[in-house]
């Protein structure tokens, strides 16, 4: 047998191992679907820190004064890495709110990690969760006379208004 770079032949330079082939150094793209243990662990981090919010486990000033929505939680393929969306009631001090929330970042990584139990604790972010104002601007557009307009049953002028 006679090694080559690519591939391994025998002597009737018959091939036998094809050559080898680059395997990519993770399964998910920025690109695929979560996978469901993503989604498990999202859906814990979630309820967790809605806990802590509306429990006023957190003591600062500007939290306690608002309610805070936690609409979505978005996790790293490797679940280090947690985005949360957060919204607050009436969408008004929005940037108060994510300072706030920064702040306390090392406490709730803290307490995410003492009721969660994973091998690593994930770092949080903060983000305010803009699919509200996507709803509202759907919302409009499908009540808008344009779209009503085509909607509504166009009458043939051949009929008459007689039924048959």
């Known amino acids: 047998m006679v090694f080559n770079e690519l ?50 486990h957190i003591s600062d000033p500007i939290l306690d004064a608002h309610t805070i929505t936690v609409s979505r939680v978005q996790m790293s393929p490797d679940l280090k890495l947690a985005t949360i969306y957060v919204m607050p009631l009436g969408g008004r001090d929005e940037a108060p709110i994510l300072s706030a929330l920064d702040r306390h970042k090392r406490f709730i990584r803290g307490e995410i990690a003492k009721e ?39 009458k043939d002028p051949q009929d008459n208004g007689q039924t048959e």
């Open 7 to 56: 591939t391994l032949v025998d002597a009737s330079c018959q091939q036998i191992l094809a050559p080898p082939v680059a395997m990519p150094r993770t399964r998910h793209s920025s690109h695929s679907t979560p996978s469901q243990r993503m989604l498990r662990v999202a859906e814990l981090l979630r309820h967790s820190i809605a806990q802590l919010l509306s429990r006023g």
């Open 116 to 154: 969660i139990n994973l091998k690593f604790a994930p770092e949080v972010r903060f983000r305010i969760d803009d699919s509200f104002d996507a709803v509202s601007r759907i919302d409009a557009l499908l009540n808008s006379d344009r779209v009503k307009r085509d909607l509504e049953p166009k």
